[in-house]
């Protein structure tokens, strides 16, 4: 399967999918980490998480995937959501909660 | 020119009123991806062309403006993109 699809079917296959480096436990960035702190704040209990330091495919196809550079990125319900910056301005305004319980 | 002035360079483009442009590598100190200044920033951009457009298509403006920086040499940019009547 090619690596576009094995993306596709993972952001499709759960409600919350995280790309991230490093895991949860011991992200390897910081942009990583604060993504995973603000879904906690936000009550998300199941969050499905890549790191993209394991697989150098996905690491170069999820940025081809939403046309966006950088890594993390989030997506909710198959659809991508944004990187750090922006999942955290949409927690402030209450936007991402709203968009989570939909 | 460092990659601090290629950054304000390449952003030109976008018409900026205001381009704040902090460099916090030395907050990151020794962590991987870190080099000695120039690495990590955080971007307040200020631009007319911003206004009516959602965070993820002013997110891709910049990167778009940045083009090659973005991909293989900045390690971490945060983005705070406002229009004028934002601030």
Same mark, same amino acid.
């Given at each position: !399967?090619?690596? *576009? *699809?094995?993306? #596709?079917? $993972?952001? +499709?296959?759960?409600?919350? @999918?995280?790309? !991230? #480096? %490093?895991?949860?436990?011991?992200? *390897?960035?910081?942009?990583?980490?604060?993504?995973? +702190?603000?879904?906690?704040?936000? %009550? @998300?209990?199941?969050?499905?998480?890549?790191?993209?330091?394991?697989?150098? +495919?996905?690491? $170069? %196809?999820? #940025?081809?995937?939403?046309?966006?550079?950088?890594?993390? $990125?989030?997506?909710?319900?198959?659809?991508?959501?944004?990187?750090?910056?922006?999942?955290?301005? !949409?927690?402030?305004? %209450?936007?991402? $909660? #709203? !968009?989570? +319980?939909? | 020119?460092?990659?601090?002035?290629?950054i304000q360079?390449s952003l030109a483009?976008l018409e900026p009123i205001s381009v704040e442009l902090?460099?916090?590598?030395?907050?990151?100190?020794?962590?991987?991806?870190?080099?000695? /200044? /120039?690495?990590?920033f955080r971007l307040t951009i200020v631009s007319a062309r911003f206004? /009516?457009? =959602?965070?993820?298509?002013r997110h891709?403006m910049v990167? =778009?403006a940045l /083009?090659?920086?973005?991909?293989?040499?900045?390690?971490?940019l945060a983005i705070h993109a406002l229009a004028p =009547?934002?601030?």
């Open positions: !399967m090619d690596v *576009q *699809q094995r993306i #596709k079917e $993972q952001v +499709e296959s759960h409600p919350v @999918v995280l790309f !991230m #480096k %490093g895991t949860p436990q011991f992200p *390897q960035c910081g942009f990583s980490a604060s993504v995973v +702190e603000v879904l906690k704040a936000c %009550g @998300v209990r199941e969050v499905h998480t890549v790191n993209v330091l394991e697989d150098p +495919e996905i690491r $170069q %196809g999820i #940025k081809d995937y939403a046309n966006w550079p950088t890594i993390p $990125q989030l997506y909710v319900n198959g659809e991508f959501v944004g990187g750090a910056d922006i999942v955290r301005e !949409m927690a402030q305004t %209450g936007e991402l $909660q #709203k !968009m989570l +319980e939909a | 020119m460092n990659l601090a002035e290629s360079a483009e902090r460099d916090e590598s030395d907050q990151h100190l020794g962590h991987a991806g870190w080099k000695a /200044g /120039g690495s990590h206004a /009516g457009r =959602d965070r993820l298509s891709r990167y =778009d /083009g090659p920086l973005i991909r293989e040499h900045i390690h971490a =009547d934002e601030l």
